[in-house]
């Protein structure tokens, strides 16, 4: 088996490598792109479909309740504002790692940041 750095998204491949998920499979991942706002988010999207990428803009209402204030400890529930960029690749440390850097380079223009992968682990019968 594959042995993958020490770190989050080695350590994800390095379990699900142990589990037994065929890591030769080509799978549908998603990459997230925080964006503060509708406009940053539309012009990351921009530029990644220039550099190449497949993209959605996901907007979430959060989960605040009527009248609630933002605070630090709430902040999850914050509305907001998401790129998704659509990979389907083989798990390789290394190509994720590259695409989450590159994407992380055309975020931080417009104030956002690579926040994370995602990656289909259904297997079809």
């Known amino acids: 088996m594959e042995e993958y750095p020490d770190d989050v998204d080695g350590n ?3 379990n699900l490598a142990a589990s037994g998920f065929d890591m030769s499979r080509l799978r549908d991942f ?4 925080d964006s503060p ?3 940053s988010s539309y012009n990351i999207e921009k530029e990644l479909i220039k550099a190449g990428f497949s993209t959605e803009v996901y907007f979430d209402e959060g989960e605040l309740e009527e009248g609630e204030t933002k605070t630090e400890e709430n902040k999850e529930f914050w509305p907001s ?6 990979s389907k690749m083989a798990p390789d440390y290394n ?3 590259r695409i989450q850097e590159v994407v992380d380079a055309i975020a931080k223009p417009f104030n956002g940041r690579s926040d994370g992968w ?3 682990i ?3 019968t």
């Open 12 to 14: 994800i491949l390095q």
């Open 30 to 33: 998603e990459f997230f792109v």
């Open 37 to 39: 706002d509708e406009e």
């Open 81 to 86: 504002w998401t790129v998704y960029v659509l």
């Open 95 to 97: 190509e994720i790692i």
């Open 118 to 120: 995602e990656i289909e």
């Open 122 to 124: 259904a297997e079809s």
